[in-house]
């Protein structure tokens, strides 16, 4: 009963979490940690633990292939430098100075890289909360960072470990050798799998079955580049964005209908489970800590916290200018981010599912057989960084205002341009398109009215006062109406036993559809 009772509880807090936080300003995540710590404090529920297997192999797939899936090519290309730079050079800066620190303190070197590397990688899942308050530059950037540096992140880690526990031994070939294997296998793997998802969904007319077949690409991208020894997350990442540009050409309306909300819904729902187990894992962290002392602990963890968060800070406010020395082209003086706006992006650099599966899945005992050193101060420290970076969300607001970002309307601004090119494209093929399918004049009449009363409500632009606006929305708030008149009608013919509930839900399901149209146009506005 504990699994169902943890699935009750997660979907109570997903609801009350995000209820509250659409009244007050505080993050989701913020709150879902907060009912993981108290969930840690009810012996029963307490034993409610993933594998860090899980969160590797089932959890974080899903998340960056969605993730990768809804990011914007185009911006990747066009801040390349910068995605590179901060997922390979930053997430070994970050690595390194949180190994000198833990050693510092007291850890042997093994497991302060262990430390480090875990921590290095900033997390996809927490960065997508942000999606609605940012430039998209800003927001793409973060995302493709999150995106890509586990790749780095991960290889570190491995060898950290392997090193501690006996199985390995550093060369400099060797490194180079992995982390380069690492990318390019990943890279290579992911595409053929999107190459080969891409082929087999061509030959599918079942929606619900390509459907499936999307579910199950992630995985699969992961599964063959970790059967390489090369980096699954990148393997993920790799396909997601190949498939991001592949699928508007093979997918149709239902498919899309079926799979965007279903990934959505997915999504969130594991991103929250993580969250909580954030704070399960840190409560968790507290109670199994026999190596120090606790005061020492905390100590540890706001200096690593500070570290973490002070070269992401040097990082941002150095290399910028050191790259405007070396780069003095026109087109990338046009892209430069002033100072000011560069305090978002140092304050986005939140720690998650990546750092949490990280150490959670350290050996508990070296090739030896003894204790792998300092084993549950490393997942205590890991924990409270992971919770004091995601603080840093609560000043988020603050720093948005401090930072004065242009108002970014270029994504409308495309939008607009959109709708206006396929209505033109449209219209200039209505004579020869009818003329193919042998349509009469009254339907091409009918069809060019609705095609321009489209185009000229675009012109209009939502503007207040104009005619074809206001016609447009009576239209609508008209027809919301009656489709909620037609609703009440279905019901009362079910209920006076006239119709079946199988008709009730199929009737239902267009009047829906209807609705969601109308909606959904409300929303483009």
């Known amino acids: 009963m504990l699994g169902l009772e943890m699935v009750v509880l997660l979907g109570v807090a997903l609801v009350a979490c995000g209820a509250l936080a659409s009244r007050y300003p505080i993050a989701p995540a913020l709150l879902l940690v907060l009912v993981g710590i108290l969930v840690g404090f009810v012996p029963h529920l307490r034993q409610a633990q993933l594998p860090p297997e899980a969160v590797l192999l089932l959890f974080l797939p899903a998340l960056?292939?969605?993730?990768?899936l809804t990011t914007s090519l185009r911006e990747i290309r066009n801040n390349l430098r910068v995605v590179v730079l901060t997922s390979t050079a930053l997430v070994a800066l970050t690595?390194?100075?949180?190994?000198?620190?833990?050693?510092?303190?007291?850890?042997?070197?093994?497991?302060?890289?262990?430390?480090g590397a875990a921590l290095a990688p900033t997390d996809?899942?927490?960065?997508?909360?942000?999606?609605?308050?940012?430039?998209?530059?800003?927001?793409?950037?973060?995302?493709?960072?999150?995106?890509?540096?586990?790749?780095?992140?991960?290889?570190?880690?491995?060898?950290?470990?392997?090193?501690?526990?006996?199985?390995q031994h550093l060369t400099g070939w060797h490194v180079t050798w992995l982390l380069v294997w690492s990318y390019g296998g990943g890279l290579l793997t992911g595409v053929l799998i999107g190459l080969i998802s891409w082929q087999v969904r061509r030959l599918m007319d079942d929606p619900m079955l390509e459907s499936i077949a999307m579910l199950v690409t992630p995985f699969a991208a992961f599964l063959l580049a970790d059967a390489v020894h090369a980096s699954g997350v990148l393997g993920v990442v790799a396909c997601g964005l190949f498939m991001s540009q592949v699928t508007p050409r093979i997918t149709g309306a239902v498919t899309r209908q079926i799979f965007t909300p279903f990934w959505a819904?997915?999504?969130?729902?594991?991103?929250?489970?993580?969250?909580?187990?954030?704070?399960?894992?840190?409560?968790?962290?507290?109670?199994?800590?026999?190596?120090?002392?606790?005061?020492?602990?905390?100590?540890?963890?706001?200096?690593?916290?500070?570290?973490?968060?002070?070269?992401?800070?040097?990082?941002?406010?150095?290399?910028?200018?050191?790259?405007?020395?070396?780069?003095?082209?026109?087109?990338?003086?046009?892209?430069?981010?002033?100072?000011?706006?560069?305090?978002?992006?140092a304050v986005a650099g939140f720690r998650g599912a990546v750092s949490l599966a990280a150490?959670?899945?350290?050996?508990?005992?070296?090739?030896?057989?003894?204790?792998?050193?300092?084993?549950?101060?490393?997942?205590?420290?890991?924990?409270?960084?992971?919770?004091?970076?995601l603080l840093q969300a609560l000043a988020?607001?603050?720093?948005?205002?401090?930072?004065?970002?242009?108002?970014?309307?270029?994504?409308?601004?495309?939008?607009?341009?959109?709708?206006?090119?396929?209505?033109?494209?449209?219209?200039?093929?209505?004579?020869?398109?009818?003329?193919?399918?042998?349509?009469?004049?009254?339907?091409?009449?009918?069809v060019r009215h609705e095609l321009e009363k489209e185009r000229k409500l675009l012109a209009a632009d939502g503007a207040e006062g104009d005619p074809v606006v206001e016609h447009d929305d009576q239209y609508r708030s008209l027809s919301l109406a009656l489709l909620s008149r037609r609703r009440d009608a279905l019901l009362e013919l079910r209920d006076q036993q006239r119709i079946d509930d199988i008709v009730l839900r199929r009737v239902q399901a267009r009047l829906d559809q209807e609705e969601v149209r109308f909606l959904r146009a409300n929303l483009l506005e």
């Open 124 to 167: 996809a899942t927490a960065v997508g909360v942000l999606a609605h308050d940012l430039p998209r530059r800003t927001v793409t950037v973060l995302r493709a960072e999150s995106l890509v540096n586990d790749g780095t992140a991960l290889v570190i880690y491995g060898l950290a470990v392997g090193v501690t526990v006996g199985e």
């Open 396 to 446: 988020l607001p603050s720093v948005v205002r401090f930072a004065r970002l242009p108002v970014d309307t270029s994504v409308a601004e495309e939008l607009q341009y959109a709708e206006e090119y396929t209505l033109d494209a449209a219209l200039e093929t209505l004579e020869t398109t009818a003329s193919e399918l042998g349509s009469g004049p009254r339907v091409v009449e009918r």
């Open 265 to 345: 819904l997915s999504t969130t729902v594991l991103s929250s489970a993580l969250f909580v187990l954030v704070g399960i894992s840190a409560q968790s962290a507290v109670r199994g800590l026999s190596s120090t002392s606790m005061s020492r602990a905390l100590v540890d963890i706001v200096a690593v916290t500070a570290v973490v968060i002070g070269v992401r800070w040097a990082w941002l406010y150095t290399t910028p200018y050191i790259i405007r020395l070396l780069d003095r082209r026109p087109v990338q003086r046009s892209r430069r981010v002033p100072a000011r706006q560069r305090t978002v992006s």
């Open 95 to 115: 690595a390194a100075a949180v190994a000198a620190t833990a050693h510092g303190l007291g850890l042997a070197w093994g497991p302060a890289w262990v430390l």
């Open 64 to 68: 960056l292939y969605w993730e990768s």
């Open 359 to 389: 150490v959670l899945a350290v050996p508990h005992t070296v090739d030896s057989g003894d204790p792998f050193p300092d084993r549950d101060l490393i997942v205590l420290i890991a924990c409270g960084v992971i919770v004091l970076t």
